[in-house]
């Protein structure tokens, strides 16, 4: 099983798979030099995938440094869940993040005890502190930190920011240097949640966060430094549904 998930990992770490012909968010987000820009690239990262690469490639990017006025008067979008207004919503708040010292916040959750999800909330804290916006579409955006501090949702979109943001390769950006990879968590998704399960390295028949550390924990073993270099590969299996 190691070795033919290590050959389909090699495989898939390659430019060609991301492009217009093969949709990802990532094709997207490699373009990007701000870290808040890659961020948008992947909690916008739901969905049919050409759909998504046409919403990103959609967005002016640059807004994210100009003032909200600009940000109100240029945004004209939506998406599934998202209105126009929780578009220029999440705009607004990565503009009052600002530029820079995004992993930094994450590292005060992070930190502590080594666990990424808390990294995630610390983040999702201090973006309810910039914006006190509320609706159904913002909040699937951003995600919410549960009241006993226990994660019940996959938080897949947050783990595929990791993912690009912590690892080095062909595909990934590998621009955060302080979060280690060993302690990323497989952004889990119905693709690799179903390739799991067929591969025998998933045995948990609900979709959610035990599932996704389930994964993680069976992808250690193959290699306990990098679990999550395998996820692009279980994707796009899972995506093409394909055979190892």
């Not at 690892?167 to 990934?172: E, F, N, P, S």
């Not at 950006?173 to 302690?183: K, S, T």
């Amino acid at each position: 099983m190691r070795e033919r998930l290590e050959r389909e990992a090699a495989k898939r770490d390659d430019p060609s798979e991301l492009s217009l012909d093969r949709p990802d968010p990532l094709l997207v987000a490699r373009e990007q030099k701000d870290d808040r820009a890659v961020l948008l690239c992947a909690l916008f990262g739901y969905g049919n995938a050409g759909k998504i690469v046409e919403l990103l490639q959609s967005f002016d990017f640059s807004l994210l440094d100009m003032e909200e006025g600009a940000i109100r008067r240029e945004l004209d979008a939506y998406y599934r869940f998202q209105s126009r207004e929780d578009i220029i919503q999440i705009f607004l708040t990565l503009r009052r993040l600002g530029r820079g010292g995004m992993e930094e916040l994450f590292m005060e959750g992070y930190g502590r005890r080594r666990r990424v999800i808390e990294g995630v909330f610390s983040l999702i804290r201090h973006f309810e502190s910039l914006n006190p916006f509320e609706s159904r579409g913002y909040r699937f955006l951003i995600g919410r930190v549960p009241s006993d501090g226990r994660p019940r949702s996959t938080y897949k979109r947050w783990m595929m920011f990791l993912r690009w943001m912590v690892r080095q390769g062909a595909l990934d950006l590998g621009r955060w240097r302080m979060v280690e990879r060993a302690d990323l968590i497989i952004p889990l998704d119905t693709h690799t949640f179903h390739t799991g399960r067929r591969l025998g390295l998933l045995r948990r028949r609900t979709y959610d966060w035990k599932a996704a550390v389930e994964l993680t924990e069976a992808l250690k073993k193959f290699s306990p430094e990098d679990p999550v270099k395998y996820d692009f590969a279980l994707y796009r299996l899972g995506q093409e549904k394909g055979e190892i």
